[in-house]
T-cell receptor
Framework: GQNIDQPTEMTATEGAIVQINCTYQ??????LFWYQQHAGEAPTFLSY????GLEEKGRFSSFLSRSKGYSYLLLKELQMKDSASYLC??????????????FGTGTLLAVQP | DVKVTQSSRYLVKRTGEKVFLECVQD?????MFWYRQDPGLGLRLIYF???????EKGDIPEGYSVSREKKERFSLILESASTNQTSMYLC??????????FGDGTRLSIL
């Protein structure tokens, strides 16, 4: 079966660091994506991992361990505008050309002053 | 910048009506997707298309059909709308193997 798990909600303080975890069990693996979605808006692409290790992009980093079926999104120097849902999505083995993704239910992050 | 445009932000229809949701992308992407997003259930794939006139069922295709007559346009059709199809509908497009880009969504209410 296909399953992607993320925490439903998290709370963090402005200026702090937060880590959002994602575990997955899929029929195969061909890449993992993180998206950010503000309330009432479209998801926007944040990061992509296909090999093990850390990908850094400014304040945001994403880590992947394929052997553990695990990823995390790390947000540093949190700002109020980072309050949003963060979606983890996996592209399975057969999704290379069609780019079909399986999404988790998302983690709602609330950043407090 | 990639632009994915959905024809309506908000739509109200009645049970039994045939409903058309339109999506247009301006980046010549091969792949296009229709999702619905519901609280607690996340994004669920309804249908996708990897080429003109090609379509594949996603995870929840029942009650829906799609049309892709031109590369830039992907239409979602609710054949006979029902109240359980009240949802946020999101369209996305992408080239092969690259991130999907989403439209702003259509919040559809079926009364």
């Amino acid at each position: 079966g296909q399953n992607i798990d993320q925490p439903t909600e998290m709370t963090a303080t402005e200026g702090a660091i937060v880590q959002i975890n994602c575990t997955y069990q899929t029929s195969g693996f061909n890449g993992l994506f993180w998206y950010q979605q503000h309330a009432g808006e479209a998801p926007t692409f944040l990061s992509y991992n296909v090999l093990d290790g850390l990908e850094e992009k400014g304040r945001f980093s994403s880590f992947l361990s394929r052997s553990k079926g695990y990823s995390y999104l790390l947000l540093k120097e949190l700002q109020m505008k980072d309050s949003a849902s963060y979606l983890c999505a996996v592209r399975d083995l057969y999704g290379g050309a069609t780019n079909k993704l399986i999404f988790g239910t998302g983690t709602l992050l609330a950043v407090q002053p | 910048d990639v632009k994915v445009t959905q024809s309506s932000r908000y739509l109200v229809k009645r049970t039994g009506e045939k409903v058309f949701l339109e999506c247009v992308q301006d980046m010549d992407h091969e792949n296009m997707f229709w999702y619905r997003q519901d609280p607690g259930l996340g994004l669920r794939l309804i249908y996708f298309s990897y080429d003109v006139k090609m379509k594949e069922k996603g995870d929840i295709p029942e009650g829906y059909s799609v049309s892709r007559e031109k590369k830039e346009r992907f239409s979602l059709i609710l054949e006979s709308a029902s109240t359980n199809q009240t949802s946020m509908y999101l369209c996305a497009s992408s080239p092969p193997s690259w991130p999907q880009h989403f439209g702003d969504g259509t919040r559809l209410s079926i009364l």
